[in-house]
């Protein structure tokens, strides 16, 4: 088949590459429709490595997708052919104890696609275990089915924030990932988000999706206009989504006694952590890495339509502009979030 292969770093081909993919009684065989760009496709294009996972052989890239149920392993009971569906790109080792007890997210051994050695779904067809695979509700799009992969990363965030109806939240970055982490808090019951970020067309995106004040923290000081807002006490929960080693340093600035940090963003280097910020106000910290359990929430809380997720859905490109699209998500400009690829149906 026909996919999107990273050869090499800042190397990229649409050719035919042969994927064995066996359906097994547990599977499905899904008909890919649309695939999301993330930050980490990038980073292993242009850097051909995150951390420990590098890319030593061809792979195929992406893991944010959605597609169309073709065949059914005998097994399977609640899929059907024709069914629009999600999938969680993680496949966790069943035999794991962290599997065993509820936190397949972090089994060392889990297979998520697009992470080296794995093959990613930038191609016609995907395999995939009808467990890890979730109907599409009548009134979601496929392109928003897309996006229920970083979605689920800002539900798992808000879910351990143990939101409090009410709460004032600060999510500090303003990229696809810190976009739905504030949707996910509100749909949380967060009362207010206070949103950071030092581009302004993303603030200014920020602003239309609900109770959200933009802060431009290249101009505008963070920790004194949460105070101004909270009469003195501080933010609730601050969400760190940017990744950025100034800010994750600085998050316990503008949390109130009590609060809760929840690191989500990945900074490439060690970071500061001020021990006696954080105790002074007995802070709780949460950390966060992909998801688990969140898909089917993720799913209901769009159908629902309390979060809507389209105006994050900035750029479409067609299956054979791949390598296009890539180039543009490397750069991407000011004003777009995210960016997605269509494959022929």
Sequence with gaps: MQALVLEQTNLLSLRDINIDEPLRPS?????????????SDIHYYT???IGPFIVEEPMVLGHEASGTVLEVGGDVTDLEIGDRVCMEPGIPDPNNKATRLGMYNLDPAVRFWATPPIHGVLRPTVVHPANFTFKVPDNVSLAEAA????????MHGAMKAQIKPGDVAVVIGAGPIGMVTALAALAGGCSQIIMTDVVQPKLDLAATLGPIIPVNVAVQDLTELVYDLTDGWGADIVFECSGSIQATAGVFEPLCPGGTVVLIGMPLESVPYDVVAAQVKEARVEHVFRYAHVYPRALALMGSGKIDIKPLITDTFSFQDSIEAFDFATVMPPTSVKAQIELPQ
Excluded: F, Q, S
């Excluded at 499905?28 to 930050?39: M, R, S």
């Excluded at 996006?147 to 800002?154: D, I, N, S, Y």
């Design 47 to 49: 850097h051909g490595r």
């Design 147 to 154: 996006m229920v992969e970083p979605l689920a990363v800002g």
């Design 27 to 39: 599977d499905v065989k899904i008909a890919i429709h649309t695939v999301g760009i993330c930050g």
